[in-house]
């Protein structure tokens, strides 16, 4: 099982920006995929995670109203739309995914596939 992220960049602030998983060398149903993000001398930090089947998605606090998950089945990709971006959001993102489906895994630790991340940074 592998995943790559993609889609970062340079942006100002107040601009918006996808970010796309690629999800591939697996079975990915009875599975969350999470997106997590990594601010330069900080740790990582979960930012929202979607049950690749079914409705169920959930977000942080930090980023809730600004990010949204979403997933093609059909394509085995996830995104993360992320608007009205601020400097404080520029990190290293990744995609990851876990196992476990209830109730959504939020903890680094709960996520057993990880992609190489993909480096946002958005100038004031």
């Known amino acids: 099982v592998q995943l790559q992220a993609s889609g970062g960049g340079l942006v100002q602030a107040g601009d918006s920006l996808r970010l796309s998983c690629t999800a591939s060398?697996?079975?990915?149903?009875?599975?969350?995929m999470g997106w997590f993000r990594q601010p330069p001398g900080k740790e990582r930090e979960f930012l929202g995670a979607a049950a690749w089947s079914g409705g169920r998605i959930d977000y942080a606090d930090s980023v809730k109203g600004r990010f949204t998950i979403s997933r093609d089945s059909s394509k085995n990709m996830v995104y993360l739309q992320m608007n009205s971006l601020k400097p404080e959001d520029t990190a290293v993102y990744y995609c990851s995914s876990s196992g476990t489906l209830y109730p959504i895994p939020t903890g680094e630790s709960d996520y057993n596939v990880w992609g190489q991340g993909t480096l946002v940074t958005v100038s004031s």
């Open positions: 060398g697996g079975t990915f149903g009875a599975r969350t």
